[in-house]
């Protein structure tokens, strides 16, 4: 059996806060909030707008967003977007996975974790990157 052709990308994973009635309403099968929630709705500009972010050939924008919760407790001179330093917090988020094409320029792919970074809410954003690479049908070229 032949071995089946494969992609190799960066996959960026990125806890992004969003309002409490954000969650609530895609859980409740309303997709357009996350275009209505402020926080959200810069992180769905830049994925949409001209980059390697999610690009999948015929298919642009792609990402996967899971609800999630983040534990985290401020110390003595954070400055929290949520919460206080001293005090245990929980912020309502989304997980959000991108996949950018390992064949992406250096300074492309800099260019646009940059820009994600300066758009995140958080004092220290979360962005996790690592390898990864991705099945694909016999039919469909490797890139």
Same mark, same amino acid.
């Given at each position: @059996?032949? @071995?089946?052709?494969?992609?190799?990308?960066? =996959?960026?994973?990125?806890?992004? *806060?969003?309002?409490? /009635?954000?969650?609530? /309403?895609?859980?409740?099968? %309303?997709?357009?909030? &996350?275009?209505?929630? *402020?926080?959200? #709705?810069?992180?769905?500009?830049?994925?949409? #707008?001209?980059?390697? &972010?999610?690009?999948?050939?015929?298919?642009?924008?792609?990402?996967?967003?899971?609800?999630?919760?983040?534990?985290?407790? *401020?110390?003595?001179? #954070?400055?929290?977007?949520?919460?206080?330093?001293?005090?245990?917090?929980?912020?309502?988020? $989304?997980?959000?996975?991108?996949?950018?094409?390992?064949?992406?320029?250096? /300074?492309?792919?800099?260019?646009?974790?940059?820009?994600? =970074?300066?758009?995140?809410?958080?004092?220290?954003?979360?962005?996790?990157?690592?390898? #990864?690479?991705?099945? $694909?049908?016999?039919?469909? *070229?490797? %890139?």
């Amino acid at each position: @059996m032949p @071995m089946l052709p494969r992609r190799k990308v960066r =996959v960026l994973r990125l806890s992004w *806060p969003v309002d409490p /009635a954000t969650l609530a /309403a895609l859980q409740a099968g %309303r997709a357009e909030a &996350l275009d209505e929630d *402020p926080s959200f #709705a810069k992180l769905l500009a830049a994925l949409r #707008a001209d980059n390697p &972010l999610g690009d999948f050939g015929h298919y642009q924008a792609v990402a996967e967003v899971s609800p999630c919760w983040e534990l985290f407790s *401020p110390q003595g001179g #954070a400055s929290p977007t949520l919460g206080n330093a001293g005090q245990p917090q929980i912020s309502t988020n $989304l997980m959000v996975t991108i996949h950018v094409d390992a064949a992406t320029p250096e /300074a492309d792919f800099d260019a646009v974790l940059d820009w994600l =970074v300066a758009l995140h809410p958080w004092e220290v954003p979360v962005i996790e990157i690592s390898q #990864a690479e991705l099945a $694909l049908r016999a039919d469909q *070229p490797a %890139r």
